[in-house]
C-alpha cells in the first residue's frame, strides 16, 4: 500500500521561508502527479501547486512567483520550497500522488497533512 509522508510544517513570521517535503512508501508503476494542496480553516482545499508528467507544473495564481515545486520520480519525492511568506498562506498543507497500480488501477493518494502557520 503506498503511504505518503510529510515533513517541514511549522511556524514562521510573515516574509519567511519554509521547505516541505513528502516521500512516497510502496511501491507503484507509475507516476502521473505530484503536487501540493492546502486547506485553511472554514475553506474548500485548494491546489497550491502541481508537477505532472503531461502538462509539467502548474501553480495557484496566490503562490506564483514564491512557491516552487520539485519533483524526483526515482526517489518518488516531492519538494514544495515557500519563500515570502504570508499569513494568509496559513494551512493545513497535503501532499498528493496520483499514479497507477499493478493492477491497473488509476488513484489518488493523500498524506496525513502538515501544519503551516505564518504570524509574528
Known amino acids: 500500500q503506498l503511504q505518503l509522508v510529510e515533513s517541514g510544517g511549522g511556524l514562521v513570521q510573515p516574509g519567511g521561508s519554509l521547505r516541505l517535503s513528502c516521500k512516497a512508501t510502496?511501491?507503484?508503476?507509475?507516476?502521473?502527479?505530484m503536487g501540493w494542496y492546502r486547506q485553511a480553516p472554514g475553506k474548500q482545499r485548494e491546489l497550491v501547486a502541481v508537477?505532472?508528467?503531461?502538462?509539467?507544473?502548474n501553480y495557484a495564481d496566490s503562490v506564483k512567483g514564491r512557491f516552487t515545486i520539485s519533483r524526483d520520480n526515482a526517489k518518488k519525492t516531492v519538494d514544495l520550497q515557500m519563500n515570502s511568506l504570508k499569513a494568509e498562506d496559513t494551512a493545513v498543507y497535503y501532499c498528493?500522488?496520483?499514479?497507477?497500480?499493478?493492477?491497473?488501477?488509476?488513484?489518488?493518494?493523500w498524506g496525513q497533512g502538515t501544519q503551516v502557520t505564518v504570524s509574528s
Open positions: 508537477d505532472t508528467n503531461s502538462r509539467g507544473t
Open positions: 498528493n500522488l496520483q499514479g497507477r497500480s499493478y493492477s491497473g488501477t488509476l488513484s489518488d493518494y
Open positions: 510502496g511501491s507503484i508503476f507509475g507516476i502521473s502527479a
